[in-house]
T-cell receptor, first 112, second 112 residues
Framework: EPEVTQTPSHQVTQMGQEVILRCVPI?????FYWYRQILGQKVEFLVS????????KSEIFDDQFSVERPDGSNFTLKIRSTKLEDSAMYFCASRQDAQPQHFGDGTRLSIL | KQEVTQIPAALSVPEGENLVLNCSFTDSAIYNLQWFRQDPGKGLTSLLLIQSSQREQTSGRLNASLDKSSGRSTLYIAASQPGDSATYLC???????????WGAGTKLIIKP
């Protein structure tokens, strides 16, 4: 069965550095999402992406964050100038029209 | 603003028991509701999806119901097993971009 693939599984970064989290959605999916889960808290929606542009973003998704689909397969989340509170599990998801979202295994981001 | 609440936050039962997990949401204008399983430090596994027009869905020992008008869903697990131990998350889909709004989860422990 096709899967959403996220890399790396664990990323450790110094505070203030930029980090890029990578996702390869399922190949025929058109809608892409990023969510995050701070340890012990709810999963939170960050951003949705369709037709090469952001379709919706939450108030969490400020100017520090950006997303990109640089080619036909990858979907990336960039966090500029990371802060301690950016430490979380980041999940990528994709879906086909009118179908449920399929999730990757997540990237654990640790900011030191 | 949509809020999703799950009760109880934690549940510990002996193996073999049938159990019910509860999820409530404040805005009945949802497209669908999903139940997920999350093992510690791991990703999100979709268990069941109920469309807003449906009343229930079944998969093996799992049965999920939806009462959209009252803003409630239940996940019924029959004949529980130690391997069912995990956190169970409920999420509703809102908005034209189908982003998921999540509950905090119920941590389930099945004692052998």
């Amino acid at each position: 069965e096709p899967e959403v693939t996220q890399t790396p599984s664990h990323q450790v970064t110094q505070m203030g550095q930029e980090v890029i989290l990578r996702c390869v959605p399922i190949s025929n999916h058109l809608y892409f999402y990023w969510y995050r889960q701070i340890l012990g808290q709810k999963v939170e929606f960050l951003v949705s992406f369709y037709n090469n542009e952001i379709s919706e973003k939450s108030e969490i998704f400020d100017d520090q964050f950006s997303v990109e689909r640089p080619d036909g397969s990858n979907f990336t989340l960039k966090i500029r100038s990371t802060k301690l509170e950016d430490s979380a599990m980041y999940f990528c998801a994709s879906r086909q029209d009118a179908q449920p979202q399929h999730f990757g295994d997540g990237t654990r981001l640790s900011i030191l | 603003k949509q809020e999703v609440t799950q009760i109880p936050a934690a549940l510990s039962v002996p193996e073999g028991e049938n159990l019910v997990l509860n999820c409530s949401f404040t805005d009945s204008a949802i497209y669908n509701l999903q139940w997920f399983r999350q093992d510690p430090g791991k990703g999100l596994t979709s268990l069941l999806l109920i469309q807003s027009s449906q009343r229930e869905q079944t998969s093996g020992r799992l049965n999920a119901s939806l009462d959209k008008s009252s803003g409630r869903s239940t996940l019924y697990i029959a004949a529980s097993q130690p391997g069912d131990s995990a956190t169970y998350l409920c999420a509703v889909t809102r908005g034209s971009n189908y982003q998921l709004i999540w509950g905090a989860g119920t941590k389930l422990i099945i004692k052998p």
